[in-house]
């Protein structure tokens, strides 16, 4: 699989989209897995840390009831 954000030519992965960030997370609001996104480790990376920042801010939940 190739990378989604290779693919679109996305350098950066805001924070602030959270209709972009909720693709990559589960219906338990976990992040997915590399393999199960199809993802390149340093844009992983990226989208791991701009889940966890719109978390914090409250943009999106840590866990659903």
Known sequence: ???YFCQRN???IDFKDTELLRKFISGLAK???KKRTGVCSSHQRKLA???KRARILGLLPFTTK
């Open 31 to 33: 992040i997915r897995a």
């Open 1 to 3: 699989m190739n990378c």
């Open 10 to 12: 996305i350098k950066e």
């Open 49 to 51: 840390k701009s889940i």
